[in-house]
């Protein structure tokens, strides 16, 4: 065995938070503290986990974490018998950042001016690094679990480098001494360590214990036998025992968010299956939340033990944006994490957790429409893909939706209250899609069913195509599209009479005006939705849509634009108009200078332009001469 130390530089990653770390004035060095225990119960956890497979680790000791003051030597030890680390675990662990808040850490800084930095350490913790807050030199002596090899001795000034070297007798597990700065006295003393560690980490789930020295009160040293945490999970203690800063310290060593959570469930399931869960909900959304491989921040725990840390079986993937915990005493503690989901219990308990979290949303939506609307300005879009992922939750997900409308102006409406105000006899809800509410607002659809009258749904997200159209209808009142053509179907009886009244009195107008289009039209119709306008360009029914269009063209798809149909007004003056014309001076250019003039205003209330712009004005402009 070599005594010589191993010399190893810091990754630059690391060095970068190191050196703001120990430069920074910093506002919040107490959170070091926290940092250090919330590893030792990360290692505590692997420990327990690893002993259910391999029973040569399993021993009656009990699984504890220590904090031992020494006043004399100005250190500050944190030890635990966890899993430990392995000679090349120290070097890589230590030495670069695998951390996922550390990594926030380096992004948010990097877009802030340096002026945030004492926040965002207190914020962030920095793990592991956030020792050299309080200390100028940190020692960590480890030996991992079960192994037969000797312990090492880390070493660092948090400098440019650490150095390794392999010692004996390290009892297995870890201890991370702080020689302890100049000024940072006061983590010496017991009172204060106690405070800390019920503030920041009495939810951890091994007891914590604090060494006092020979020269501290005999009544301090009866203390030091117990537990300086309660150790009761925070997931199973009722909500009116635990004050609101324990869970949001809860739910930032669960989640590496830097804001508080925008809410909380807390929910023990009793009955054929028991479980405890904590769930929370960030207030705000990071891109990756909208990827369909995000993980979600579901720890599952079975007797203590954490089984998976993203245990994406428990949610239905669209929720994949809550964090939290679940526990269950009903689950097998040797459950493979890979065959979760074939597990019966699980299944049971996501199904209840689903039901319960959808509640959790609706009774925010009913009691604080504010707070709602800040939850679903994030994840709506989550919901959305809900929709139309989940057949079963359909009903429910849809009474969850804000919608934008032709009456809305900057304040999204419930689409549930919404409809619960439609006249008893409407069985239709016309809306309209786009890229834009603002543009969708004023958009000339709105015209044609009369807008006045009628109020119009505006949905200017990508996801809403493919929601609409998997929802198709909501309170048995069928969901169309005015950018569509219209349907027989939906038609009333007198609506239906009107039109096939206008097939037969315009009969010979209609096959003209076909003739003239030709192939610029799929179809010429008459359509009795029409109010305001003489004459509407729609799509197919099946067409896919304009925004499903862009989007596959982002991912270098082109679909080809699908051929309009041209609806027509028929109560509409133009159309007795052109009937007269047609009656009188068919063979004229009048009669066929008009139609065309009617489909180019089609194309430009469509948002399109006309084929042939020259053609046009010059149409125009003897229309106005009146040539
Ligand atoms: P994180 O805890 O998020 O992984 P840290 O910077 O806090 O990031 O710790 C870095 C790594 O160092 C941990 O992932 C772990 O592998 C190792 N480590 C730190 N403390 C301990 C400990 N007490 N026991 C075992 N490993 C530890
Ligand atoms: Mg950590």
């Known amino acids: 065995m070599s005594d010589r130390a191993r010399k190893l530089k810091f990754k630059t990653e690391t060095k970068k938070i190191l050196d703001i770390v120990i430069n920074s004035l910093y506002s919040h060095p107490d ?68 951390h996922s808040g550390s990594r926030g850490f380096i992004e948010a800084m990097d877009m802030s001016d340096g002026e945030k930095t004492p926040e965002l350490i207190g914020q962030f913790g920095v793990g592991f690094y956030s020792a050299f807050m309080v200390a100028d030199k940190v020692e960590v002596l480890s030996r991992k679990s079960g192994s037969d090899e000797p312990g090492q001795r880390w070493s660092s000034t948090g400098h440019d480098t650490f150095s390794i070297k392999q010692e004996d007798n390290i009892p297995e ?44 009160e005999k009544e301090e040293e009866e203390e030091s036998k117990k537990p300086v945490n309660t150790q009761k999970p925070i997931w199973t203690r009722s909500e009116e025992e635990v004050k ?67 245990a994406d079986e428990l949610l239905p993937r669209y ?34 957790l689903t039901a319960k979290v959808l509640s959790w949303f609706s ?46 102006g900057d304040e999204r409406k419930s689409l549930r209250k919404l409809v619960e105000d439609l006249p008893e006899d409407t069985d239709r809800i016309f809306y309209i899609t786009g890229s834009d509410r603002k543009e969708l607002a004023s958009s000339p659809y709105l015209e044609s069913v009369g807008k006045a009258d009628v109020e119009v749904l505006l949905f200017d997200s990508p996801v809403d195509e493919f929601m609409l159209q998997s929802l198709g209808e909501y309170k048995g009142k069928k969901l169309i599209s005015l ?18 009244n206008a097939e037969e009195t315009y009969a010979g107008l209609l096959e ?90 089609g194309q430009i209330m469509a948002g399109g332009r006309p084929g042939d712009p020259v053609a046009f004005g010059k149409r125009i402009t003897d229309l106005l001469s009146g040539t």
């Not at 250190?75 to 230590?94: F, I, K, P, S, Y």
């Not at 951890?204 to 020979?214: M, W």
């Not at 040797?334 to 049971?348: A, D, F, W, Y």
């Not at 950018?483 to 096939?500: F, G, M, N, R, S």
Request: aromatic share 8%; glycine share 4%; net charge negative.
């Open 31 to 98: 959170i070091f503290l926290r940092e250090l225990i919330s590893n030792s119960s990360d290692a505590l956890d692997k420990l327990r986990f690893m002993m259910l497979t391999s029973p040569e680790l399993a021993s009656d000791r009990e699984l504890r974490i220590d904090i031992i003051p020494d006043k004399d030597a100005r250190t500050l030890t944190v030890r635990d018998n966890g899993t430990g680390m392995t000679d090349d675990e120290m070097a890589t662990e230590l030495g670069t950042i695998a």
């Open 173 to 216: 597990g870890t201890s991370i001494i702080l020689h302890l700065k100049e000024d940072m006295s006061e983590y010496l003393d017991g009172y204060r360590l106690r405070e800390l560690v019920r503030k920041y980490s009495d939810f951890i789930s091994y007891p914590v214990y604090i060494e006092t020295g020979e020269e501290e």
């Open 244 to 310: 609101d800063e324990e869970y949001n310290e809860f739910y930032s060593h669960l989640s590496f968010d830097i804001q508080k959570p925008l809410s909380r469930l807390v929910f023990h399931a009793e009955g054929t299956t028991e479980f405890y869960s904590l769930l929370f909900l960030p207030s705000t959304r990071t891109m990756e939340m909208l990827m369909p491989d995000y993980k979600t921040g579901i720890r599952l725990y079975v007797k203590k033990v954490m089984i998976k840390e993203e």
């Open 319 to 352: 929720l994949r944006f809550i964090k939290g915990v679940v526990e269950s005493g009903d689950l097998p503690l040797n459950i493979s994490r890979e065959t979760l989901q074939e597990n019966r219990t699980v299944r049971i308990i996501r199904k209840a």
């Open 363 to 408: 009774d925010m939506l009913e009691n604080d429409p504010e707070q709602y609307e800040k939850f679903f300005m994030n994840f709506g879009d989550l919901l959305k893909e809900g929709i139309y992922s989940d057949v079963q939750q359909r009903e429910k997900l849809a009474d969850l939706l804000m919608v934008w409308t032709s009456r809305s």
């Open 483 to 500: 950018l569509k053509e219209v349907d027989i179907e939906d038609l009333t009886k007198a609506e239906k009479a009107e039109k096939k």
């Open 512 to 601: 003209y005006i076909k003739d003239q289009l030709g192939d610029r039209v799929e179809a010429v119709r008459f359509s009795p939705r029409l109010k305001d306008s003489p004459c509407i360009l729609v799509s197919d029914r099946n067409d896919p849509g304009e925004m499903f269009r862009q989007m596959m063209k982002t991912m270098n798809q082109e679909i080809p634009e699908a051929k309009k149909i041209l609806e027509l007004n028929p109560v509409h003056p133009v159309i007795s108009m052109l009937q007269e014309l047609y009656d009188k001076e068919r063979s004229g250019d009048r009669l066929k200078n008009y139609v065309n003039i009617l489909f180019d205003l």
